[in-house]
């Protein structure tokens, strides 16, 4: 059994940086793909970055040049760096997990979730 533990959401003024945190634990896969989505209210989920456990990487148009994903698997840490924050980037974000499939912020099915962490961009 897999879990996600987010952290470093929080409230900051356009033009802002956070870091996003993610533990994981519980998996000893070879392979896995880990994500970064988020929910804005009345809106859908959205995939904002992936990385697999090969460093492959697929961002979202929206995070393309301002977010960097990353992993430290020494201790199995999911990043999600967010530079130059719009309000648009308000949401709420979640980390996932999955050992299988391909690895793409188009996928919204994984096996496990994170309970998320706020962002507020104003």
């Known amino acids: 059994h897999v879990q996600l533990v987010e952290s470093g959401g929080g409230s900051v003024q356009a033009g802002g940086s956070l870091r996003l945190s993610c533990a994981a634990s519980g998996y000893t896969y070879k392979w896995y793909c880990m994500g970064w989505f988020r929910q804005a209210p009345g809106k859908e989920r959205e995939g904002v970055a992936t990385?697999?456990?090969?460093?492959?990487?697929d961002y979202a148009d929206s995070a393309k040049g301002r977010f960097k994903i990353s992993q430290d698997n020494a201790n199995n840490t999911l990043y999600l760096q967010m530079d130059s924050l719009k309000p648009d980037d308000t949401a709420m974000y979640y980390c996932?997990?999955?050992?299988?499939?391909?690895?793409?912020?188009?996928?919204?099915?994984?096996?496990?979730w994170g309970q998320g962490t706020q962002v507020t961009v104003s």
């Open positions: 996932a997990w999955d050992g299988s499939g391909y690895c793409s912020i188009r996928r919204n099915t994984f096996a496990y």
């Open positions: 990385i697999d456990r090969l460093e492959g990487t």
